[in-house]
C-alpha cells in the first residue's frame, strides 16, 4: 500500500474497517483548570463549555470547543489518580489523543482481532457521555489513544 494524495471528499476509511471518523478531542494534563484555561481563553478568544467531574477518572475536565474538536484540560482530583501520575512523571502537557469512531465495540473488536494491546477491553463511560476505550501507547508509538464514541 504506497502513499497517494487524495481527491477532496474520498472516504479516508477501508471498507470493513473501523470508521475513525476525526479527532474527538486532545486531552491535556493540567495542574489546575482555572489557571491552565486562562490561554484558552484570555489569549485564544475560545470558551470553557463546561467542566464536569468525572469521578470513574478522578478527574475534573474543561472542555474547550474547537468545530467538531475539543480541547479537554483534565486536573487531577486525586493525587493517586491517573492524571496526577501522568504529571508526577512526565509534567503537565498533551496526555492522550480521542479518535471519535462510529462504533466503539465493533472498533475494539477489530482491534483485538489484529492483536492489538488494549488497557480498556470493553468500552467505559467517559467525560461528555461519551463511551470510550484506551489503546496500549506500546502499540502508538507512545501516544496514549482514546477511542470515543458519542451520540451527537
Ligand atoms: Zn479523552
Redesign the pocket.
Given at each position: 500500500m504506497g502513499w497517494r494524495f487524495l481527491e477532496p471528499g474520498t472516504i479516508l476509511w477501508q471498507e470493513e474497517m473501523m470508521k475513525v471518523k476525526h479527532i474527538?478531542?486532545i486531552?491535556v494534563a493540567v495542574k489546575g483548570i482555572e489557571a491552565a484555561g486562562k490561554f484558552y481563553t484570555d489569549i485564544l478568544g475560545l470558551k470553557i463549555a463546561e467542566v464536569e467531574n468525572v469521578a470513574d477518572q478522578k478527574v475534573n475536565?474543561a472542555f474547550i470547543p474547537i468545530t467538531d474538536s475539543e480541547v479537554?484540560l483534565?486536573e487531577s482530583t486525586d493525587p493517586d489518580g491517573p492524571v496526577a501520575k501522568y504529571i508526577h512523571a512526565r509534567g503537565e502537557g498533551v496526555q492522550?489523543v480521542?479518535f471519535r469512531v462510529e462504533n466503539i465495540e465493533e472498533a475494539l473488536a477489530e482491534l483485538k482481532e489484529k492483536g492489538v494491546r488494549l488497557i480498556d477491553q470493553e468500552p467505559r463511560n467517559?467525560?461528555g457521555g461519551?463511551r470510550?476505550a484506551f489503546i496500549h501507547p506500546k502499540e502508538t508509538n507512545g501516544v496514549l489513544v482514546?477511542l470515543?464514541e458519542r451520540d451527537s
Open positions: 474527538d478531542h486531552g475536565v479537554e483534565l492522550h480521542a467517559g467525560a461519551a470510550i482514546e470515543c
